[in-house]
């Protein structure tokens, strides 16, 4: 992977799908590729152990740093406030619940039940406290049956409800909440586009599912099932919304994407259709499957298979971010429950680009990178950071599920050592400024999503398939697990 300022896109055309590996042996070819024996139960489970005392140094310097706050930022030992509502605890419930960190859980359930909202922040992402905080005890309250987890997700649930936000003339919601008065609002960011975000508006509905399967009470999914059929109903022919949508009607203008503001679009068509077993959502996700194929598939000539993304003007940027490597875990999970098989195949191509993102001098992988003229990957200046993100981990994991290939365990150790080695400070586990730099030059601060998805993933991948069956559980984006059971929604 080459590191460069600037750089033009290729212009390149679609060849997937590509010819069979077996046939071409000159195609590139990424170290662990070949691992076909399977990891013994007695090395996978070392591996697990080591990812649960990750997840235990990441807890106990988040409680000597920073405890009560958002998120903590190992640079100076100390946290900052996003949400006000101490959300690296809260996000981390089920993966402290998986792990048997019993005494960890202990701690954050007392801190849990003196949570008020209303002391949280006043500019507060509606998506957001949704799929980290509503996710995270609707699935713990799933798994303990402990009354203060689904106390505190119908409090939630009703203040988003009775902030207003879905009193839209479309039912698309506003996107930000002020928690201190239970008002939402456009946001108020500078720069920040009036409009709400794609992902945002469509990646609600899980929750909002779950907790009205939980109460019985149906004002939480119709409002979420209105929002979601604004957009769907005002779909282009080709399936494919744009980023931005009009709170007014529901059209979608801006950049085609499956990265940042597009991505868990594509991800809640197709989960909607197994937690719920509607099928306007399997045939929306399928027909956009296709179109993604038909538009947005290209290869380069080391026979990496990557996303692009098509400007409002149509013009191809060959760029993917890493967001997108969601993508072939969604489409491994879809022939899990009946989707067409190339989904799966397209899936195992776009993995390896994943992959390949990961070949840095850190061994992590940068938020975005873009293939020039020559179909070569590089990484802007720019995009050269690291959140230790967990899409790709994720993929590996279902993919591993789906599949039983041994190099997809090979490879999220791999990950896993990287972050180990370049990510690991004193303070916990730092995102990164700089990936692919001789001596890693690290930001700072550790995303609640590394505790609640990244080493959750990391730990999963190593375990036994009885840990949350994907026949039976469906993840939320936040990798918070919901019980699929459709028939309680057709009643």
């Excluded at 679009?265 to 993604?292: C, H, P």
């Excluded at 067409?340 to 990961?358: A, F, K, N, Q, V």
């Amino acid at each position: 992977v080459s590191t460069q300022s600037t750089g033009e896109f290729a212009e390149l055309s679609p060849p997937w799908p590509l010819p069979a590996r077996s046939d071409d042996p000159h195609l590139y070819r990424l170290p662990g590729e070949d691992v076909e024996m399977p990891i013994t139960p007695d090395v996978l489970n070392k591996r697990m152990n080591s990812v649960r005392d990750s997840m235990r140094v990441s807890w106990l310097r988040y409680k000597e740093c920073a405890w009560g706050s958002d998120k903590l930022h190992t640079d100076a030992c100390h946290g900052s406030t996003w949400f006000g509502l101490g959300l690296t605890i809260i996000d981390s419930l089920d993966t402290l619940f998986l792990m048997g960190m019993k005494n960890e859980l202990t701690e954050a359930r007392e801190f849990i039940e003196k949570i008020d909202y209303k002391t949280g922040a006043n500019n507060v992402n509606i998506f957001e406290i949704t799929i980290r905080v509503l996710g995270a005890f609707l699935t713990m309250f799933n798994f303990t049956h402990d009354e203060l987890y689904l106390k505190k997700a119908v409090e939630l649930g009703d203040m988003l409800i009775d902030s207003g936000a879905f009193k839209t003339s479309s039912g698309v919601p506003l996107s930000d909440i002020d928690l201190s008065t239970g008002v939402s609002h456009r946001p108020t960011c500078p720069g920040c586009s009036r409009h709400s975000s794609l992902s945002e508006v469509t990646t609600l509905q899980l929750e909002f599912n779950e907790l009205t399967r939980l109460t019985k009470n149906n004002k939480y999914k119709e409002a979420s099932d209105r929002a979601m059929m604004t957009i769907i109903n005002s779909l282009p022919p080709d399936h494919l919304p744009r980023i931005y949508v009009d709170v007014k009607n529901g059209k979608t203008t801006g950049t085609l994407t499956l990265g940042a503001r597009g991505d868990s679009y594509y991800e809640y068509l197709l989960k909607q259709w197994i937690q719920t077993g509607t099928q306007r959502y399997k045939d929306e996700y399928n027909a956009a499957v296709q179109s993604i194929k038909d538009k947005l598939v290209y290869s380069s000539r080391r026979g990496l298979t990557y996303i692009a993304e098509i400007t409002e003007s149509g013009k191809i940027n060959h760029k993917m971010d890493h967001l997108v490597c969601f993508l072939p875990g969604s489409l491994a999970l879809g022939t899990l429950h009946g989707c067409p098989s190339w989904h799966l195949d397209l899936g195992e191509e776009i993995i390896r680009t994943c992959i390949e993102m990961y070949h840095t001098k850190s061994g992590l992988a940068p938020e975005i990178i873009k293939f020039d003229s020559s179909s070569s990957l590089y990484i802007s200046r720019p995009d050269e950071f690291s959140l230790l993100r967990p899409e790709t981990v994720e993929s590996l994991f279902i993919l591993w599920r789906v599949t039983r290939k041994p190099k997809y365990q090979a490879w999220a150790w791999d990950i896993f050592s990287s972050i180990e080695r370049s990510a690991k400070t004193d303070n916990g586990y730092s995102s990164m400024q700089r990936v692919n730099n001789d001596i890693p030059i690290r930001k700072g601060d550790m995303e609640s999503f590394f505790l609640a998805e990244t080493l959750k993933y990391l730990y999963l991948i190593n375990g036994p398939n009885d840990i949350i069956p994907l026949h039976r559980y469906v993840f939320n984006t936040e990798a918070h697990p919901f019980p699929i059971k459709p028939s309680d929604f057709t009643a």
